[in-house]
C-alpha cells in the first residue's frame, strides 16, 4: 500500500501507454516496494535513489531504453522473451536471475547491465544471464554472468589492485570473422580458437579465469591439458599473444584456466589456443645475465650455436611478446630489444624478469628452449 500510494502521487509524470511505461519525472520504489514490469520502460528522467524490487516479467520481450539508465536496488527477471537493455540498467543490490535473459547489442558495448560497488547476483544458469555486455565497478573480484542464448559462459576478472570499472560479453562465433586471423599469432602459439571469444574492456591490471565445455571443442585446439593457454588479440601488434597458463584443470572437454596478469584493454579479444610444440628439443641449462658492463655475463652466451653457424634465436617476454630476434646469432642480445613495442625507446633496456627464448638451428635440423633471467 505504501508504494501505490507512492506511485498516484507521481502519476501526473508518469505516463502509461499502450506498448511503454514513459518516466518523465522523478519517481523512487521505497523499502519494501515491488514494482513489476509488464510492457517497455522508456526512462528519460532520473529512477534512482531505489529501494525494494523492480521486476520483470511476462512471456513477451521487453525493452529499457531513454536517456538515462534507471538504478535498481534489487532486480529479478522471470520473462523467458527476455529484457533488451537499448540503455544500461544498474543493479546496486541484488539481480536474481530465474527465467529469461537481459539482452544487449554486441556490435556496441554503451549498453549493458551494470553491477555497482558490492552488487551481486544469484540464479545464474543456461536460460537466465546476461547474453551481450554486463559491467563492474568497484570491486577486485567478479565473475560477469555472461552468454549467447545458448550457454552461459563466464568470466572471472581478479584485480588486486581494484577495478575502477570493466565490462565483459561472450561471442559464440570465429574470431576471425571480426577480423582476429587465427593466423597471425606469435611462434610459440600453434593454434587459436575458432569456435568462442570474449571481449572484455578495462585499464586495471588483472587475471582472467575461462572455463570450457564440450561446445569449445578443445581437442580440436591442443593434444592435452597442458598445452592449453588464454591468448589474447594485441592491438598494437595485431596479433594474437599467449596470456599464459598459471593454473589449469580439467580434461578437454571441461576445463578451467587462468591467466597471467596483463591489461584488458590492450587486447580486442581473449579465447583459447595452443601453445607450439618444437619437433625436436635440445634441453639445456637456464641462462642469467646483468647487462652492467662488468665483463661478467653482460650478454647471452649460447655456445652451442657455434655449432651451427645458420641459426635464429627468438626471445619472448612472460606474456609471449617478441622482444629480440636474430639471424645467425653472434652473442648480440645484451638487455635491448629490437622488436616490438620496445624499440620505441632504444635506450631503454628491457626491465628484469624471466624471459622465453627459442633457437632454431638449421644446419643441424634442431630446435631448443629454455629460459634465461635478466637482472639489471
Known sequence: MKFRLFFLVFATKLCMAQTALYNAGNIRIHDGGNLGFHTDLINDS??????GLAGFYGNQNLQVSGALAPAFYDVEIVNPGGVLLNTSLNVENNANFI?????????ASDAYLSFVSNSFYSGENDASKVDGYAAISGTSNFVFPIGDAQQLRT????????????????????PNNPGFNPAIRTETLATISETEFWRLEGSNLATVTLSWNTRSNMGAIAP??????????????????????????????NGIITSTAFIPDDYAAITFGSLAEPTEILVLGNFWISPNNDGVNDFLLIPELEL???NKLEIFDRNGVRVFEQENYRDEFRGFANTGSWILNPDQGLPTGIYYYTAELYDLDLSYQGFLYLER
Do not use: H, M
Request: aromatic share 14%.
Open 99 to 107: 527465467t529469461g535473459d537481459f539482452q544487449t547489442s554486441r556490435l
Open 46 to 51: 532520473p529512477f534512482s535513489e531505489n529501494q
Open 308 to 310: 651451427s653457424p645458420n
Open 224 to 253: 592435452d591439458l597442458n598445452f592449453i593457454t588464454i591468448v589474447g588479440w594485441n592491438l598494437s601488434q595485431q596479433q594474437w599473444l599467449s596470456l599464459g597458463n598459471v593454473s589449469v584443470s580439467g580434461d578437454l572437454n
Open 155 to 174: 568470466l572471472r576478472l581478479n584485480a588486486s589492485g581494484g577495478i575502477d570499472f570493466a565490462k565483459c560479453a561472450y561471442f559464440f562465433q570465429d
